[in-house]
């Protein structure tokens, strides 16, 4: 290869803007159908046009597509193919528009049916969630501070954290999606355009709720691409949280879920071994999506208006993010379907360490002493408890009452189900507060169902 020719491939984008192909062919059939309604073109090019690009879209669908990297982009490619196969109509598709305008429409148009189907993804995924809760409504388990075991939660109010979480992403991926939502095409490459154009009809029928304001902005506001990989980093560093939740959990260290044989593998010398790959990976996928947020903020920074050729540089980081959001939450949606919890385990777990002094030192405070006062009681108790190698629950009630004259027999009346019960606050851990979150939950689904 010359020289000359690696330097014309340097601004080839066809490799992966051809992935815009239906979204280019719809948005110049939108175009082509205006102008011949403002009769800007007849009737009979535009009913060439469109059947055209009918034609060349069937091409490209079935793969016989002749892709030619000299025509650059996927804007280009299926222009020249449309002229080679209806001729001179093909050259007054481009009137009253620029490559500008064209390709804010089809990564926009592209970027709205991401968005609906990441919000299809992640409806499943809080589904599931709140299902697998369900299944578990009174699971005790240890809830960590520092990764050390701090104080008992239900299994159920551990999991619907992480519906908040994933329906804050959804909320952020609807807002990302309102401002997509806005038709550039009428901006021309920066001004607008001398044609009596109708830009109202082009945006409905391309189902766009808006047209764009101002034809400088329009061409080079790349903002709804910032909004989606912003929301696209915090959800995958959401997932991230999940899935290194689950190496640990899957653990025999922990033990508290064995995850579904698919998304596990063996080792190729050790037979016991079953790897949280899937987990490990979508954890690792985090780098690569925080990746494209940076790159695209710092490919736009310093740009002056309007259009620039570094905004070219805006798709194969957004396609791969769609990409790598998509496909980990579908993953994630059907591994949580299948995860077993290990309750015995996670029961067992919750009475051990002395995850119940925060509750004695509250059973104190109820009896009168100071809140701090009952915690260095507390915290004296259990290194003696420590020291005897025994259990709150497992000392008398001398061993109890030589640390404070409060303690009683009701003591051991403090338990891990106990504690649970008594964090009866909104928000709070308690069996009655979760049952209700998890109703809230699944009426917030129903009534989402089919919106997105
Ligand atoms: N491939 C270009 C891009 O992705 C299309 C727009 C080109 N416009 C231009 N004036 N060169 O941004």
């Avoid at 982009?73 to 001179?88: T, V």
């Avoid at 591994?335 to 925060?358: F, H, K, P, Q």
């Avoid at 009346?413 to 009866?424: C, K, L, Y």
């Amino acid at each position: 290869m010359g020289l000359k020719e690696v330097f014309s491939d340097y601004t080839v984008s066809i490799h992966y803007d051809r992935r815009l192909y239906r979204q280019d062919i719809a948005g110049s059939i939108a175009h082509a159908r205006m102008l011949s309604k403002q009769g800007i073109i007849s009737q009979s090019d535009a009913d060439a046009i469109i059947a055209g690009l009918g034609d060349v879209q069937e091409e490209i669908s079935s793969g016989e597509f002749a892709w030619k990297p000299e025509l650059e982009d996927i804007h280009m490619n299926i222009e020249r193919r449309l002229f080679e196969l209806i001729g001179e109509p093909a050259l007054r598709l481009h009137t009253a528009r620029s490559r500008n305008d064209q390709v804010a429409l089809d990564v926009r148009m592209y970027a709205k049916e991401a968005i609906e189907d990441i919000l299809a993804a992640l409806y499943d995924l809080r589904w599931n969630l709140v299902s697998l809760a369900e299944r578990h409504p009174d699971a005790p388990m240890p809830g960590y501070t520092h990764v050390q075991r701090a104080q008992p939660v239900l299994a159920a109010h551990h999991l619907l954290a992480y519906y908040e979480m994933f329906s804050r992403d959804s909320e952020r991926f609807r807002q990302a999606y309102e401002r997509t939502d806005v038709m550039p095409l009428g901006s021309g490459a920066l001004a607008g355009l001398p044609y009596r154009i109708d830009r109202q009809f082009v945006a409905d029928e391309l189902g766009f709720s808006r047209i764009s304001v101002n034809s400088m902005d329009a061409v080079s506001d790349r903002d709804f691409l910032l909004d989606f990989l912003s929301a696209s980093s915090i959800c995958v560093m959401h997932l991230s949280r999940m899935a290194e939740e689950l190496v640990l959990w899957s653990s025999d260290e922990f033990g508290f879920v064995r995850m579904p044989d698919e998304y596990t593998t063996g080792s190729s010398i050790m037979p016991q071994k079953r790897n949280p790959d899937f987990a490990e990976i979508a954890r690792g996928k985090t780098g690569r999506v925080y990746g494209s947020l940076i790159g695209l903020l710092t490919v736009l920074k310093g740009l002056p208006l309007t259009y620039n050729r570094d905004m070219q540089e805006d798709k194969e980081g957004f396609f791969d993010t769609s990409d790598t959001i998509l496909s980990t939450l579908r993953i994630f949606a059907d591994l949580i379907s299948g995860l077993e919890l290990n309750v015995g385990r996670m029961r067992r777990t919750a009475g051990e360490s002395y995850v119940l002094a925060t509750d004695i030192a509250d059973y104190l405070v109820e009896r009168g002493a100071p809140f701090r006062e009952a915690y260095r009681i507390v915290s004296r108790l259990s290194e003696y408890a420590l020291e005897k190698g025994l259990g709150f629950e497992e000392l008398s009630l001398e061993e109890y009452r030589s640390h404070s004259p409060l303690f009683d027999k009701d003591v051991y009346a403090v338990t891990v189900e106990s504690s649970i019960a008594a964090r009866d606050v909104p928000g709070g851990t308690s069996q009655s507060r979760v049952a209700k979150a998890i109703a809230a939950a699944t009426s917030e689904l129903e009534e989402q169902r089919g919106i997105r």
